[in-house]
Nanobody
Framework: QVQLVESGGGLVQPGGSLRLSCAAS????????MGWYRQAPGKQRELVATITSGGNSNYADSVKGRFTISRDNAKNTVYLQMNSLKPEDTAVYYCNAEVLARSTPPRSHYWGQGTQVTVSS
């Protein structure tokens, strides 16, 4: 089994910053792309940013220049540094990882439980 555990969410004022972390654990052989998604109330889940095992990143237009995704392959952890936060960034943020593990099927996508980010004055 593979587990993704997120941390770092909370309440922040507009213009503030937060850093999210997501650590993968379990019978992992390798982790391919890792990413962050978010879901606001009444809206569909949307991609925020992804990063490959080689460090290539991709961002939603709405967060470019404000958010930075990074990963520590030795720790099986992905981070999301969020700066200049806006009220419209308020959502539950989910971590996702494509993992090769001792499981059936061996290569699958996994999701974290989500962490709430609220941007409000």
């Amino acid at each position: 089994q593979v587990q993704l555990v997120e941390s770092g969410g909370g309440l922040v004022q507009p213009g503030g910053s937060l850093r999210l972390s997501c650590a993968a654990s379990g019978s992992i052989f390798s982790i391919y792309t890792m990413g962050w998604y978010r879901q606001a109330p009444g809206k569909q889940r949307e991609l925020v940013a992804t990063i490959t095992s080689g460090g290539n990143s991709n961002y939603a237009d709405s967060v470019k220049g404000r958010f930075t995704i990074s990963r520590d392959n030795a720790k099986n952890t992905v981070y999301l540094q969020m700066n200049s936060l806006k009220p419209e960034d308020t959502a539950v943020y989910y971590c996702n990882a494509e993992v090769l593990a001792r499981s059936t099927p061996p290569r699958s996508h996994y999701w974290g439980q989500g962490t709430q980010v609220t941007v409000s004055s």
